[in-house]
């Protein structure tokens, strides 16, 4: 049985009158760039970026030995339970991109499963960030398709919004634009704000074009870690620390 359309289709009950957006494009980063920062662990750029530019430990590989996860950030708010706009953006990415959901950390349902990130594949989508659930978890190994997940869930939600794309978001904790780099591996994953892309990026390649390697290198790693031990012992005498020897 077909729905009633109403008279007017602007009126829709509650529905609210703001989250209901889209935009169409960003300027995206040199994928030069990208590839040099691809060639970098996680943690060389969470260094870099610092905690506020790194997600939190809510989310996790959806399956073991996962791809590296990098490219370029589409963003995607959803009203928590909906999915109509992971279905839209999948649509509109372009290669290279990794879309990050910001759905509010929602898991009773999911925000999609093996369709869709198939056809996220076939668009060039280097892989998915999502502050919710998905499903389908085997045919998304079966493709590499890297994705960051909060949960894994069979069920979907309604198709209805609102939502909105290429807007600022919070994902697990940290703020992602359109056009930000993202990075993510085993240890977790990380955003470079647009604003810094520039910045880390030499900062990265100054590290790799340091001086040759010192050949006393190891002695002095050791001395380096007396001086720390030395430091955390003077510490705890200074605060008083009791020592036990044996219970």
């Given at each position: 049985?077909?729905?009633?359309?109403?008279k007017n289709p602007g009126w829709d009950g509650s529905f609210p009158m703001l989250g209901f957006r889209i935009v169409n494009d960003f300027d995206r980063v040199d994928p030069a760039i990208i590839n040099d920062i691809a060639s970098f662990e996680v943690t060389?750029?969470?260094d870099l970026v610092g905690a506020l530019y790194t997600t939190n430990g809510s989310l996790q590989s959806a399956y073991a030995d996962m791809p590296k996860l990098i490219g370029t950030a589409f963003t995607v708010k959803c009203t928590p339970g909906d999915t109509i706009m992971v279905k839209k953006a999948v649509e509109m990415a372009q290669p290279g991109d990794v879309i990050v959901v910001d759905a509010r950390g929602y898991t009773d349902t999911c925000l999609g499963g093996g369709n869709i990130a198939v056809a996220a594949q076939k668009a060039?989508?280097?892989?998915m960030v999502l502050d919710g659930a998905w499903r389908d978890i085997a045919e998304v190994e079966k493709i590499q398709m890297p994705i960051f997940l909060k949960a894994v869930?069979?069920?979907?939600g309604p198709k209805r919004g609102p939502g909105e794309i290429n807007t600022p978001i919070c994902c697990a904790g940290a703020i992602v634009e359109a056009g930000d780099i993202i990075v993510g591996d085993r240890e977790g994953v990380v955003v470079i704000p647009r604003r810094a892309i520039k910045a880390v990026h030499e900062k990265l390649m100054a590290k790799r074009s340091a001086k040759p390697a010192d050949p006393d290198a190891k002695a002095k790693k050791q001395q380096l870690e007396l001086e720390r031990r030395a430091y955390i012992d003077a510490l705890m005498t200074a605060r008083g620390a009791e020592i036990v020897e044996k219970l």
């Open positions: 049985m077909a729905l009633p359309v109403a060389d750029v969470a060039g989508v280097t892989g869930q069979p069920v979907t």
